[in-house]
């Protein structure tokens, strides 16, 4: 069995007898390992669900990729694009892309006998993707696009809904705004009202059959305003944003959800500051706590020290003594962090016991994201940073004389 170890190992077993000043210390180093583990798992958990959430929200309302024509950008009221091209809808079948479909907007205003309202109205197809909006429904449904009839339905949301008083089931009209400014009413049945918290979508955006948009605009039916692309993972984005946009053809321009909302991006982006930041932080009192319980160690077993080194031992074998011991302290911390701070994201996660101001915060809970590879990386991290910084402390063992350690009390 290797020396070290085994002197360690029974310095452990006789942690009841230490002295009393030095349990309470050897205790409060690994509670705020465990602690810095906690605030880290937790910090992480609670960024990246955050940036999901709201990533998720965005990219709802307008895809992962946009594609229209170039005299269409950074408004709602779109040239016309022929929906027969070469990628619609084969760009699917390309690695790292889930779905291609067509839309089209257009300004309007909702009337009723008391209020009005600005909005855009969103066309969809047949092909549209109704995963998004099916989980932010609150009252009523979706409804089912029919390519040869048009669809007389509506979804408004709540905000939206309130604000006109309008509920499920209730007639409306909606007028679209003409390029020559008159008004063109419609009357729609009011299907669904949804909710994202995201008050400048929610605001704005009311979900229609793109039948409509095309009738009022003069389009035939293979016009449309573009088409969203959707993709598998929102880490390719860059990526299969610059292949679509070098495969779509000359006369037409695509962007992301990126170069679309910045502003929000550049936001969720600093985010990660901020957990780096918490990191650090919680690393260094990691670090500065197991310092200060591996020198309290070797100051109670100054005579053993001296013993050992007297009969031969060289410094470096003294040195992983300790090392291994405060090693052990450090596991024991982690793995009381990992079980607290895994634990509190779990129950955040099934009963949602931490609210937040949606209006503020833009979701209702605070939101968790566990993910098994940043634990592992967070645990791994914080272990090899704390055993490598007890080098430093660990360096005073080979100052200490074995004839002066052996008289030491």
């Not at 695509?254 to 600093?270: G, M, V, Y």
């Not at 410094?315 to 509190?344: C, D, E, P, Q």
């Not at 055993?387 to 063992?397: A, R």
Request: a neutral charge; aromatic letters at 10%; one cysteine or more.
């Amino acid at each position: 069995m290797n020396l070290e170890y085994f002197i360690s190992k029974n310095i452990i077993k006789g942690d009841n007898h230490s002295k009393k000043f030095t349990k309470p210390i050897i205790k409060i180093s690994i509670i705020a390992i465990a602690l810095s583990l906690i605030v880290m798992i937790v910090a992480f958990s609670i960024v990246s669900g955050f940036q999901r959430e709201i990533r998720n929200k965005v990219i709802g309302f307008g895809s992962h990729i946009q594609i229209t024509s170039y005299d269409s950008q950074n408004t709602y009221e779109a040239s016309p694009i022929n929906k027969n091209q070469d990628f619609y809808p084969g760009l699917d079948s390309v690695e790292g892309i889930k779905y291609i479909q067509i839309y089209a907007t257009k300004a309007g205003i909702i009337k009723t006998k008391e209020e009005i309202y600005g909005v855009v109205v969103k066309g969809i197809g047949s092909d549209f993707d109704w995963t998004f909006f099916n989980e932010k429904i609150v009252d009523g449904s979706s409804f089912i696009i029919d390519d040869e009839k048009k669809q007389n339905e509506i979804l408004l949301s709540n905000h939206i809904a309130s604000k006109m008083k309008l509920e499920v089931g209730d007639k409306m009209f909606l007028y679209f705004i003409q390029k020559n400014g008159q008004l063109r009413p419609k009357d729609f049945i009011v299907k669904g009202i949804y909710q994202t918290g995201l008050e400048q979508f929610d605001n704005l955006y009311v979900i229609a059959d793109i039948a409509h948009i095309q009738k009022r605009n003069g389009w035939d039916k293979n016009q449309v305003g573009g088409f969203e692309v959707l993709i598998d993972n929102y880490k390719d984005i860059d990526k299969i944003g610059d292949y679509v946009y070098n495969n779509i053809g000359y006369d037409l321009h695509s962007s992301t959800i990126k170069e679309q909302n910045p502003d929000i991006f550049n936001w969720l982006a600093l985010q990660d500051l901020n957990v780096n930041v918490i990191i650090i932080l919680m690393i260094i009192v990691a670090v500065i706590n197991i310092i200060s319980a591996l020198l309290i160690l070797i100051l109670e077993r100054t005579n053993m020290i001296g013993i050992l080194k007297a009969l031969g031992m060289p410094n470096w074998n003294v040195r992983k003594i300790f090392m291994y011991n405060a090693t052990h302290l450090i596991i024991k911390g982690l793995i009381w962090g990992n079980v607290i701070g895994i634990s509190i994201c779990l129950l955040q996660q099934q009963f949602g016991f931490l609210t937040l101001p949606e209006e503020s915060y833009y979701v209702s809970e605070v939101p968790i994201e566990l993910n098994l590879s940043n634990i592992l990386i967070l645990n791994g991290g914080t272990l090899t940073i704390c055993i490598l910084m007890l080098l430093i402390p660990s360096y005073v063992i080979t100052k200490i004389s074995p004839v002066k350690a052996i008289r030491f009390d």
